[in-house]
């Protein structure tokens, strides 16, 4: 079985300041990692995902992330956010032939 | 773009009542889901199919039922409404034949928001 914790519901932050999002997951086997953004009243949009290769991983608007296999994580970062990254992140996974499963989410919020 | 449209954007339906949510992509993808979010349990996944006419339970698929009966259309069933199905209802697609290619993107809908009073 495979799961995933994101360790905050919730992260408040000023504009301009550096953000780490963090997300752990639990899996028996290889694993394709996943984080989504859901914009106010929107649908979900993939920001990046890890299948393989460099640990490293580069997504759109900025963000990246990290795989971590012997820590099991993926933590999703940001050196320096905008009021307009305020919304709510999903990390998700999905190995051998499962669907996707994911986090409870983390609200970011960025103040002026 | 991939696009994954939901016909309803807000809807108010009383107890008992048979609601359908309608789903489009217009990708040709062959996969397709049903996913529910509400506050503090994040996504959980109701029903998939991977195929015309083929469907798999998801992690709570009780009260719920699903029909693809072409590629591009996938719609959600509450056979009966209750209060507790109230909640934001998304419907999502990715390609890959024969079930899951693993690293496929899911595209998502912009969901329904569903009021059962």
């Known amino acids: 079985a495979q799961s995933v914790t994101q360790l905050d519901s919730q992260v408040p932050v000023f504009e301009e300041a550096p953000v780490e999002l963090r997300c752990n997951y639990s899996s028996s086997v290889s694993v394709y990692l996943f984080w989504y953004v859901q914009y106010p009243n929107q649908g979900l949009q993939l920001l990046l995902k890890?299948?393989?290769?460099?640990?490293l991983v580069k997504g759109i608007n900025g963000f990246e992330a990290e795989f971590n296999k012997s820590q099991t994580s993926f933590h999703l970062r940001k050196p320096s956010v905008h009021i307009s990254d305020t919304a709510e992140y999903f990390c998700a996974v999905r190995s051998g032939y499962s669907t996707l499963t994911f986090g409870k989410g983390t609200m970011l919020l960025v103040s002026p | 773009d991939v696009k994954v449209t939901q016909s309803s954007r807000y809807l108010v339906k009383r107890t008992g009542e048979k609601v359908f949510l309608e789903c489009v992509q217009d990708?040709?993808?062959?996969?397709m889901f049903w996913y529910r979010q509400d506050p503090g349990l994040g996504l959980r996944l109701i029903y998939f199919s991977y195929d015309v006419k083929m469907k798999e339970k998801g992690d709570i698929p009780e009260g719920y039922s699903v029909s693809r009966e072409k590629k591009e259309r996938f719609s959600l069933i509450l056979e009966s409404a209750s209060t507790n199905q109230t909640s934001m209802y998304l419907c999502?697609?990715?390609?890959?034949?024969?079930?899951?290619?693993?690293?496929?993107?899911?595209?998502f809908g912009e969901g329904s928001w569903l009021t059962v009073v």
């Open positions: 890890y299948l393989s290769g460099s640990t």
């Open positions: 999502a697609s990715s390609p890959g034949a024969g079930g899951f290619a693993f690293g496929n993107t899911i595209y």
């Open positions: 990708m040709d993808h062959e996969n």
